[in-house]
């Protein structure tokens, strides 16, 4: 299993990767999957500024591009010394393939500020589990 500073490293990189130039905040993601991978991401705006991606939606499609679709833990991570913290519209995607129990760790450029789980974040959810 991956450790704590790995995942910082590895997400540090998917952070310095963001293509931020109309916000010029840099996100980067990591998802630790059931199969023992991880899968980064990070933000990519364009010009039609609804169009742009967040770094969760990236490291979720690379997630389910190589076939699993069980997120273990997310790391997600912004030069905000107070951490990142994901959007609406990402919580919901990381809930699609996680539990209220899920470790979401808010991290700064250098450490883990927040060890939450999905459920402190999105409470309540709407999930699959309602469409069965
Ligand atoms: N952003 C993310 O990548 N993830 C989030 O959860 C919050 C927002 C990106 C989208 C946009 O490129 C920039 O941060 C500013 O909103």
């Given at each position: 299993?991956?450790?704590?500073?790995?995942?910082?490293?590895?997400?540090?990189?998917?952070?310095?990767?963001?293509?931020?130039?109309?916000?010029?905040?840099?996100?980067?993601?990591?998802?630790?999957?059931?199969?023992?991978?991880?899968?980064?991401?990070?933000?990519?705006?364009?010009a039609?500024?609804?169009?742009?991606?967040?770094?969760?939606?990236?490291?979720?499609?690379a997630?389910?591009?190589?076939?699993?679709?069980?997120?273990?833990?997310?790391y997600?991570?912004?030069?905000?010394?107070?951490?990142?913290?994901?959007?609406?519209?990402?919580?919901?995607?990381?809930?699609?393939?996680?539990?209220?129990?899920?470790p979401?760790?808010?991290?700064?450029?250098?450490?883990?500020?927040?060890?939450?789980?999905?459920?402190?974040?999105?409470?309540?959810?709407?999930?699959?589990?309602f469409?069965?």
């Open positions: 299993m991956i450790t704590e500073d790995q995942a910082l490293d590895l997400v540090h990189d998917a952070m310095e990767r963001a293509y931020a130039p109309y916000s010029n905040y840099q996100v980067g993601a990591l998802v630790v999957a059931d199969d023992g991978h991880t899968y980064a991401g990070c933000n990519v705006e364009n039609s500024y609804p169009e742009g991606h967040c770094a969760e939606t990236a490291a979720i499609a997630m389910v591009l190589a076939g699993s679709k069980r997120i273990e833990s997310i997600i991570m912004s030069q905000d010394t107070q951490g990142a913290t994901p959007c609406g519209g990402c919580r919901q995607r990381i809930r699609e393939f996680a539990t209220a129990s899920t979401v760790y808010l991290c700064s450029p250098t450490n883990v500020v927040h060890s939450l789980t999905l459920g402190d974040l999105l409470p309540r959810a709407f999930g699959p589990e469409l069965q």
